[in-house]
């Protein structure tokens, strides 16, 4: 069987002020934090083969500086609709991964990427890495959960988090 992943991300810190909440570009902080969660990503051995992200400034502009600094060169799945997805509609997107991708990366925003994690876990996680993720998930967090269904399948309590890890880089 095939071991699944799914990578559930909170986009990196953004500029506060835009012409719309859509076109909010992200700060130097958060490019060099996005760039540092890509990094360990890629030293944890994590790297994603299928990518979907939301259409906002900020979302896009996290995986570019995530795909920089993890070394990867996947093209991502823009959705507009994971902008203002509540958990059912991440689940509706994760549910048309194609069946041949095993490791998923979402980027959208909170609290539907906290959310959804917790909807997913199944209770088994280590105790101390729950509560990590149950502390708050700030800007640049990201989640690994190994997946016990195939994607269409994905319903509440088909994932355990792996790993926790929230991304914090230097400007430069």
Do not use: C
């Not at 030293?43 to 795909?67: E, I, K, N, Y």
């Amino acid at each position: 069987m095939t071991t699944r992943r799914l990578i559930v991300m909170r986009h990196a810190k953004a500029e506060p002020v835009a012409a719309s909440d859509h076109d909010r570009v992200l700060s130097g902080r958060g490019i060099a934090d996005a760039r540092a969660s890509g990094f360990w990503t890629a030293g944890a051995g994590v790297l994603p083969d299928h990518v979907v992200v939301s259409s906002a400034a900020r979302t896009q502009g996290t995986w570019q500086a995530f795909s920089h600094g993890a070394g990867t060169t996947t093209e991502p799945v823009i959705d507009r609709a994971l902008y203002s997805a509540g958990t059912d509609g991440a689940l509706e997107i994760v549910r048309t991964v194609p069946d041949d991708v095993t490791t998923l990366m979402l980027i959208g925003h909170n609290p539907t990427m906290e959310l959804l994690v917790h909807l997913l876990d199944d209770g088994g996680a280590d105790a101390d890495l729950f509560a990590a993720v149950s502390a708050g998930y700030p800007t640049s967090a990201l989640t690994v959960l190994v997946m016990s269904q195939p994607w269409s399948s994905t319903d509440v309590g088909s994932g355990r988090i792996e790993n926790f890890h929230v991304g914090r880089g230097q400007e430069t």
